[in-house]
């Protein structure tokens, strides 16, 4: 799916599709870079790649519907041809309803409580598939999702969460950047000043700027995050965190395979996450990982592998090819660059579905780790050019995750140490969560070491979810 998308970036730029300047857009402020897929309509074969790569992409996010709808007008010959390919009816939402004859604002047949999929172009702020939503909703439909071409990153996936509409974007301008600089269609320049656009025009649906405060992710609460998600296990670790009220993590660093799981039984209802070490775990088997994986469906925790894989894609792809049939989540360093993740990816997209997720680590609670702010914000340009492949970030720091949809993890946790004789540096539980910003918690001895292993995971529990609590205590829609 990757190369295929590499490849369409291309075709669009070659067609003059994309363009980089000065340009005024619909919602009146002014932009670096301009898509005019438009373009596509005298490019039949680019179309037919484009559609065909739309609808690919559309099966494997899992989307069902009964009726398809393009939003006019850009979009409606991309819904026409995945209407035909895919043999399903389509609607034309007309921009005015007729004066005369049926006066129909929707055209075409359906019946009250179809599903109905929208496909969009390019998505700013999400104006124009809000105003479609509506439409169709008034007609009886049920609109859920929203397939696009590109997300430009300006606020219109948030946007629609908020209306109760997931948006699935096929790329994202970050991602369309990577493609076009490695095939040396644009400088490191263009990219800083479009980055630099992006994060200072964030826009509501009026095409008006976000506060700051609307769009943090640390004030949000984790329900409404989990429909920001582009994520599939972002959404569900979120979801799962807000049901069992727990940020917490528990790191099983033990070498034994029944300490693991006779472990994981014991705080499995405590936990919203477990990090597993499998390779410390000396007598680790198929049965093992299998056991593990039935202990997590019972008591409703994801398994997050602590692989830190850093080694070529190649390489990583078969390496992770042994963690994926058990483990939901796992780490992974962004040094080795794109290729290990698109190593990762390509293993993950053999099995549709069983959806599998990458944490990349962009800080280190060790002293004296070698990471720096510069490396950091490469990690994050990593989280945003693969937001179907990244589900968290490994930080430290309350202002390095910034999306909703992805989730901070942090290590380094404990109730009463504050260092150990390695260079492990500790933080509170509420410090770790209401400063550092910590959407998961980390936490290995003061749990796997203690008497009562469950007893402590659940008053850590207990402390994490306030501590959260009080971190969005200024929402007005209290959890529930």
């Given amino acids: 799916m990757e190369s295929r998308v590499k490849d369409l970036c291309l075709q669009l730029y070659e067609i003059g599709a994309l363009k980089f300047g000065d340009f005024k857009m619909k919602v009146g402020v002014s932009s670096p870079v301009y898509f005019d897929l438009r373009m596509m309509i005298s490019y039949p074969t680019v179309?037919?790649?484009?559609?065909?790569?739309?609808?690919?992409?559309?099966?494997?996010?899992?989307?069902?519907?009964?009726?398809?709808?393009?939003?006019?007008?850009?979009?409606?010959?991309?819904?026409?041809?995945?209407?035909?390919?895919?043999?399903?009816?389509?609607?034309?939402?007309?921009?005015e309803a007729k004066e005369y004859?049926?006066?129909?604002?929707?055209?075409?047949?359906?019946?009250?409580?179809?599903?109905?999929?929208?496909?969009?172009?390019?998505?700013?702020?999400?104006?124009?598939?809000?105003?479609?939503?509506?439409?169709?909703?008034?007609e009886g439909l049920v609109v859920k999702e929203v397939v696009a071409v590109l997300d430009r990153e300006q606020g219109g996936a948030g946007n629609l969460a908020r209306q109760g509409i997931t948006m699935k974007p096929l790329m994202n301008l970050t991602q369309i950047l990577r493609h076009l600089k490695a095939a040396g269609k644009v400088d490191d320049n263009t990219i800083n000043r479009i980055h630099t656009y992006i994060q200072q025009n964030q826009l509501d649906p009026r095409g008006e700027p976000i506060k700051e405060a609307e769009v943090s992710r640390l004030e949000l609460l984790l329900s409404a995050r989990a429909e920001m998600s582009q994520h599939a296990v972002a959404a569900r670790l979120l979801r799962?965190?807000?049901?069992?009220?727990?940020?917490?993590?528990?790191?099983?660093?033990?070498?034994?395979?029944?300490?693991?799981?006779t472990l994981a039984a014991a705080v499995g209802p405590h936990i919203a996450l477990l990090k597993t070490h499998a390779d410390i775990v000396t007598d680790w088997s198929s049965d093992v990982a299998s056991q593990l994986a039935s202990l997590a469906r019972q008591h409703e925790f994801l398994i997050m592998e602590d692989r830190k894989f850093a080694d070529i894609g190649h390489t990583a792809g078969l390496q992770y090819s042994l963690v994926r049939p058990w483990a939901d989540l796992v780490t992974v360093h962004g040094l080795p660059g794109d290729g290990l993740l698109q190593g990762i990816q390509a293993e993950i997209s053999k099995h549709p579905a069983s959806p599998r997720g990458v944490v990349l680590i962009a800080q280190?609670?060790?002293?004296?780790?070698?990471?720096?702010?510069?490396?950091?914000?490469?990690?994050?340009?990593?989280?945003?050019?693969?937001?179907?492949?990244?589900?968290?970030?490994?930080?430290?720091?309350?202002?390095?995750?910034?999306?909703?949809?992805?989730?901070?993890?942090?290590?380094?946790?404990?109730?009463?140490?504050?260092?150990?004789?390695?260079?492990?540096?500790?933080?509170?539980?509420?410090?770790?969560?209401?400063?550092?910003?910590?959407?998961?918690?980390?936490?290995?001895?003061?749990?796997?070491?203690?008497?009562?292993?469950?007893?402590?995971?659940?008053?850590?529990?207990?402390?994490?979810?306030?501590?959260?609590?009080?971190?969005?205590?200024?929402?007005?829609?209290?959890?529930?």
């Fill in 101 to 138: 004859g049926t006066k129909k604002l929707i055209e075409g047949v359906y019946s009250k409580d179809d599903l109905c999929v929208i496909f969009e172009d390019v998505v700013t702020t999400g104006s124009s598939i809000l105003e479609t939503v509506n439409d169709l909703k008034h």
């Fill in 364 to 480: 280190l609670s060790c002293s004296g780790n070698l990471i720096t702010p510069q490396y950091t914000k490469s990690v994050m340009r990593q989280a945003a050019t693969f937001p179907q492949l990244v589900a968290g970030i490994v930080c430290q720091s309350a202002d390095v995750v910034v999306s909703p949809g992805l989730l901070q993890l942090t290590p380094g946790v404990s109730v009463a140490e504050t260092a150990d004789s390695l260079g492990q540096q500790y933080n509170s539980p509420q410090a770790v969560v209401c400063e550092r910003g910590a959407d998961l918690a980390i936490v290995g001895r003061a749990v796997v070491s203690a008497e009562d292993p469950a007893r402590a995971a659940r008053e850590l529990k207990a402390v994490l979810w306030q501590a959260y609590q009080q971190r969005v205590k200024s929402r007005a829609v209290p959890e529930d």
């Fill in 240 to 261: 799962l965190m807000h049901t069992k009220q727990s940020l917490l993590c528990v790191a099983a660093d033990v070498t034994a395979s029944q300490q693991l799981l």
């Fill in 47 to 95: 179309m037919n790649s484009l559609s065909n790569l739309l609808w690919d992409f559309a099966k494997s996010e899992g989307v069902e519907c009964d009726v398809v709808c393009g939003v006019p007008y850009t979009a409606l010959p991309l819904a026409t041809l995945i209407a035909v390919k895919a043999d399903l009816p389509m609607l034309i939402r007309r921009k």
